[in-house]
């Protein structure tokens, strides 16, 4: 009668037990299920429905509907309809109270919870244990709940802690990580249980979940999911995942008839189960059931075909090793008699590197989070030069005769994929003609034919091999090995990216190193990440173990001391700081306003006064190592460091920043464990001042103290320099740059002349300080090596992305359209081809998911300075999507960009700029290079008018650009514009006397320049004429075609006014101009 509610209709991924009534009934009674939460749209809903039955008695009865709709009083009591609460309301209103909302649970305090962080049951090898099965895939994969009274007690706490915890609704969405165990509710009986989140949909409003204590799977909308909360007890799961051991599936995989002949002898029944082997993960078990007919599960399925036995993977023998070498010589020597065995091309040496050397790199080989190859971002312009040195020897070389290299030997090899010629090492020979090489400069290796092989020079071998083998410190995989996820998920995050490393350590010939990429996250360590993410287990590192031996061991006399010192963030973080020392706005020392490096502080000085009472021993100070010395003004002793010997010992105390000079009887050595902590001070300067002359005055220097001396500073890092770090900084709200200026006690550098005059004064201060003991140390008080400084000149530059320019017509004129210009040498052209809208669709969508995936503190901070002429992605300003985009300039924070495929352009932040995949640039832009014949005679400021009233003609292309002439329209005349530059000069010598203000004038421009001017001029005044009929023009034709292209398929062209040239800006070239036409053009 009732089909629609008949149990039958479950969905089939359901559990052989679910957990409404799972294995836990068995022993104790489940609680009762909390109510539905609000506005659940399966909610259930108690109807009475009367009626009559075949003997004519009227019975009553209550049917579980389902419905949307609740009590609005206590929101609990769901109905169907309006009817059916009004029929309940007598019944119902005197159990009904106004709803009460219990504090929620605020996900954003809550530490995520992930399966390393539950506490593991160690099964003991061996053991046979009593278990059922709770759900059954496949025999490679099942769950087993072991009958332990204790487990199924503490599943019952589980659950009813999680009834109690998730019983009041939420309204907030709670986005969880892949990985992630957290409180799901299962769909079936509405019940919170916990649940592993095994994948997150795209767009992060389904999960699929894996409940770990019964082992069944369902996909799950997010508002479904919670956080764990702290009250929930991190017992391990109680269903134990395992696979059969000993045996693998005949065919690749378990078939399904296997499956269905499997489960029935599994489902529902106590078993005897053997635990034969726990995995590295902790997570899942090898183990063998005896079925109920005395066999063993792996052998009911050898016996009827469905397995085979797994083969022990074990490590080759010695004697298996020495075969496979033995080989691959036999493969060389055969045919190796009277040939060069290029023996004398030995293996270039490394580059070196020491523990604590830090980087930017790029990958160039990835295999796993334990094996990368990288180079140094520092070398490219090296490496460049290498690659032209190897076409140019490879391709004069004659064709090799009798060349066979040896195996260990270097030569040169043509890569397969791009057909260019690098530095490679013989591996070994796997038959007579086909040779396994590996690439000494990119980490790769590939099996290529001997034909692609040729000897190499004495010259190509002098440059370091530059790829460097390194992996992730203080992490390793969960299991025997990485898993593919895993290193997915990390390949998308570090390829094609510029990344910061510091060596840590070294282990098998490999570095060990963090890894950080500071354009996405300048605090996202990649070990860490992996870690969180549930992808791998933290372990320590070499600097770890040896700052614990450092700390329970005395310092050995020899061993060198290592110290570090406090970092400001440098990514738009504002940090609180006391000033220890001021001497003026542009030199003053700060710490850091914490009170527990304060009281780490208070208590090395209570060690360190210890210390230094106990060892009268003579101390011999050495320039540049530390100390223990004993300041003048309160007679206590401080860490100090040595900067100059005299007769008295020049010392920079490390945590205050004094420097002076004290006795050499009141300097004691010190030892590692003193230099644990950081050095407090740091070496600070104000940006947005200098002094109103040439230095400050004590004015400035007395106000400027009582501003920040013992007060809270609110500082912001700008840049750091060799002077320390330049900071914003505010005190009691106001900012101290500002308050200096509105005294008159400092000036603003202001534009252009502004940072000439505050350049030449840092040069002078500079000079002045070189030798004085506070600068000679900033570096080391502001704790970043020039190397790694993040300044101007010093900022990551991504390696510049070629992109292909199309190739535009030969020998056919055509009016160019112009998207940007930056001299005669390079211009970019719109190409008057319709672009395909679908293609160019597909490529914004995956333009959209690569920017989306880059975190969004990106834009808070300055990511890297663009190169010019690189193909970029670029945040449009208008509507905030990202465009491909080509940088056509570069300023001091910010780029000039053309969006690529529209023609417009605008002025961008670095944080609105990325760099781009080369998957995204396979569609060719709608721009395209472009360059004068003959540029050389052209003057170097191109007017941008110049190429608006013109005819163009591609001569021909370079391969990087179109080379193109300029003419005038055929009713002008036709003249070239370069043959017009050229004759100017002696048409002016052959013209009437000027004027003294245009000879003036003349002797200070530069001919060419205002003959360009005036071919620009003629050009515009020829297509006025044109354009006549049409009445006045605002913008020129090509213009009008980037608007009306831009508003149907992109970013709209900001409106521009009518370009003007250098000499127009002039009142004082404007004769010059004139002179220039008339003399030309003949113009009246």
Request: some cysteine; proline content about 8%.
């Amino acid at each position: 009668m009732y089909r629609a509610f008949s149990p039958n209709l479950l969905r089939p991924n359901l559990p052989l037990r679910k957990p409404s009534s799972g294995p836990v009934a068995l022993s104790t009674p489940r609680p009762p299920a909390p109510s539905p939460p609000l506005s659940l749209p399966d909610a259930t809903a108690a109807c009475t429905v009367s009626g009559a039955i075949g003997d004519g008695k009227s019975v009553t009865m209550t049917i579980h509907l389902t419905g949307n709709l609740r009590c609005k009083r206590c929101k609990k009591m769901p109905y169907c309809s309006v009817a059916c609460q009004t029929e309940d309301w007598k019944a119902h209103r005197r159990m009904c109270k106004p709803f009460d909302p219990e504090p929620q649970i605020d996900a954003s305090s809550l530490q995520r919870v992930y399966l390393k962080d539950l506490h593991m049951t160690k099964i003991i090898k061996g053991a046979d244990i009593q278990a059922s099965v709770l759900e059954f895939y496949s025999p490679g994969r099942f769950f087993l709940l072991a009958q332990n009274p204790k487990l199924l007690e503490a599943l019952q706490n589980i659950s009813t802690e999680l009834q109690k915890t998730y019983s009041c609704p939420s309204v907030t969405t709670y986005v969880p990580h892949v990985g992630e165990v957290c409180a799901v509710k299962f769909s079936c009986d509405l019940n919170w249980y916990r649940g592993l989140v095994q994948t997150l949909t795209a767009d992060q409003k389904t999960a699929n979940i894996l409940y770990i204590d019964f082992g069944n799977e369902e996909n799950v909308p997010v508002d479904r999911i919670k956080p764990l909360a702290a009250n929930i007890q991190p017992f391990s799961p109680c269903a134990m995942q395992c696979r059969i051991s000993g045996v693998v599936p005949t065919a690749g995989s378990w078939s399904s008839e296997c499956c269905i002949l499997v489960k029935p002898l599994l489902a529902g029944k106590i078993l005897t189960t053997r635990m034969v082997e726990t995995h590295e993960d902790g997570c899942t078990h090898s183990v063998d059931i005896t079925l109920p007919m005395g066999k063993n599960l792996s052998r009911f399925l050898l016996d009827h075909g469905y397995a085979e036995e797994e083969a022990v993977n074990t490590a080759p023998t010695k004697k298996e090793i020495d075969a496979m070498v033995t080989a691959s010589l036999d493969n060389f020597r055969r045919l190796s008699d009277g040939k060069d065995d290029n023996t004398w091309a030995q293996l270039p040496e490394p580059l070196t590197q020491a523990v604590g050397d830090a980087f930017y790199v790029l990958i160039t080989h990835f295999q796993s989070p334990s094996e990368m190859i990288v180079q140094k971002v520092e070398n490219a312009g090296v490496i460049r030069e290498l690659q032209l040195k190897l076409r140019e020897h490879c391709s004069q070389a004659p064709a090799p005769q009798n060349f066979r290299p040896a195996p260990g030997t270097v030569c040169c090899a043509q890569f397969s994929e791009d057909k260019q010629w690098y530095r490679a090492k013989v591996l070994g020979y796997s038959s007579e003609e086909r040779i396994c090489v590996g690439y000494l400069d990119f980490g790769n290796s590939e099996e290529v034919d001997l034909a692609n092989l040729q000897p190499i020079s004495t010259s190509l071998l002098a440059m370091p091999m530059q790829a460097i083998p390194c992996g992730l410190a203080g992490v390793r995989p969960v299991g025997e090995s990485w898993t593919e996820d895993c290193v997915l998920a990390l390949q998308r995050r570090v390829v094609n990216r510029i990344l910061r490393i510091e060596i840590t350590g070294e282990h098998d010939g490999k570095l060990l190193v963090t890894m950080i990429d500071e354009a996405s996250d300048p605090q996202a360590n990649m070990a860490e990440l992996l870690s969180s993410a549930g992808f791998a287990i933290p372990v320590p590192t070499v600097s770890d173990q040896q700052a614990e031996k450092t700390a329970s061991a005395p310092t050995a006399a020899c061993e060198p001391l290592v110290w570090s010192c406090t970092r400001l963030p440098c990514d738009g973080q504002t940090v609180a700081l006391l000033a220890s020392v001021v001497e003026n706005p542009q030199e003053f020392y700060c710490r850091v306003n914490n009170p527990t490096d304060h009281q780490q502080l208070i208590e090395l000085g209570a060690e360190l006064k210890e210390h230094c009472e106990a060892k009268a021993s003579p101390f011999v100070p050495k320039v540049g190592e530390p100390c223990c010395a004993m300041f003048p003004g309160d007679g206590k002793w401080h860490r100090a460091m040595v900067m100059g010997l005299s007769e008295d010992v020049s010392v920079y105390f490390v945590d205050y920043g004094y420097s002076m000079k004290v006795e050499k009887n009141h300097l004691r050595s010190i030892t590692a464990r003193l230099l644990t902590l950081p050095f407090q001070a740091i070496c600070c300067w104000l940006t947005g001042v200098e002094p109103v002359g040439s230095e400050w005055t004590s004015e400035a220097m007395l106000y400027f103290d009582r501003l920040v001396d013992g007060k809270q500073l609110s500082a912001r890092v700008l840049s750091v320099t060799d002077q320390g770090y330049g900071l914003k900084l505010e005190s009691r709200g106001k900012d101290v740059a500002t308050a200096l200026i509105s005294e008159q006690l400092a000036k603003d550098p202001g534009a252009l002349e502004a940072e000439t005059v505050s350049g030449h004064t840092h040069q002078e201060k500079g000079q002045e300080n070189d030798h004085s003991p506070k600068h000679a140390h900033s570096n080391q008080a502001t704790g970043v090596s020039l190397e790694e400084m993040p300044t101007e000149d010093r900022l990551p530059t991504p390696s510049k992305v070629d992109w292909k320019a199309v190739e535009l017509p030969l020998n056919t004129p055509f009016q160019p359209r112009v998207a940007a210009i930056s001299g005669p040498s390079l211009f970019y052209l719109i190409i008057p081809v319709q672009v395909d809208q679908q293609k160019l669709q597909e490529v914004m969508t995956e333009l959209a998911a690569y920017c989306c995936d880059i975190p969004a503190s990106l834009s808070s901070s300055v990511s890297c300075k663009p190169a010019v002429g690189a193909a970029c992605c670029a945040r449009f300003s208008a509507d905030n999507n990202w465009y491909r985009a080509v940088v056509v300039e570069v300023g001091e924070n910010e780029a000039s960009v053309i969006y690529a495929d529209y023609g417009n352009a605008e002025k961008v932040p670095f944080s609105r700029i990325l760099p781009i995949p080369m998957s995204l640039l396979q569609l060719p832009f709608q721009v395209t290079r472009c360059t004068l014949n003959g540029n050389e005679h052209l003057p170097a400021n191109l007017p941008d008018l110049l190429l608006s009233g013109f005819l163009a003609t591609v001569q021909s292309f370079n391969g990087t650009e179109n080379v193109l002439t300029l003419a005038l329209p055929t009713e002008n005349g036709g003249r070239l514009v370069s043959a017009m530059i050229r004759d100017a000069p002696k048409a002016e010598a052959t013209s009437s006397p000027r004027t003294p203000a245009a000879q003036k004038v003349d002797q200070t421009d530069d001919p060419a320049s205002a003959a360009a001017a005036a071919a620009a001029a003629a050009a515009a005044a020829a297509a006025a004429t044109s354009a006549a009929p049409e009445g006045l023009r605002s913008k020129s034709g090509t213009q009008k075609g980037l608007e009306s292209t831009a508003a149907a398929t992109g970013p709209p062209v900001d409106p521009e006014p009518e370009p003007q040239t250098p000499q127009q800006k002039k009142n004082t070239s404007a004769v010059a101009l004139n002179g220039w036409s008339n003399q030309i053009f003949g113009l009246v």
